[in-house]
């Protein structure tokens, strides 16, 4: 079992930059780390995602050349930094692992984190 925790969520203007994290319970070198988003009334959508080892990364295209996912290996923690934010990126925005395949399909992720809701205003 996977504990995933997320945090650096808040209100910011539209334009503004956020850092995400989420600190995981274990070493995820063999895992790959999702963001996913869900605003209210909404399905749960993929953001982004990393193989464990950092060497791919696959954006979804409502996010592309502005949001950014990294790893620190050493800290069990995967960031996403969102730039240039907009009100429709305002949602809950969680983390997730899959042990299985780098996937944008949420079912493929077996653990989640809680969330941490970003606001945006414009």
């Known amino acids: 079992q996977v504990h995933l925790v997320e945090s650096g969520g808040g209100l910011v203007q539209a334009g503004d930059s956020l850092r995400l994290s989420c600190l995981a319970s274990?070493?995820?070198?063999?895992?790959?780390m999702g963001w996913f988003r869900q605003a209210p009334g909404k399905e749960r959508e993929f953001v982004a995602a990393v193989t464990g080892t950092a060497e791919i990364t696959h954006y979804a295209d409502s996010v592309k050349g502005r949001f950014f996912v990294s790893t620190n290996a050493a800290k069990n923690t995967v960031y996403l930094q969102m730039n240039s934010v907009k009100p429709e990126d305002t949602a809950n925005y969680y983390c997730?692992?899959?042990?299985?395949?780098?996937?944008?399909?949420?079912?493929?992720?077996?653990?989640w984190g809680q969330g941490t809701q970003v606001t945006v205003s414009s």
């Open positions: 274990e070493t995820f070198s063999r895992y790959v």
């Open positions: 997730a692992v899959s042990t299985i395949l780098l996937s944008t399909s949420a079912p493929v992720y077996e653990y």
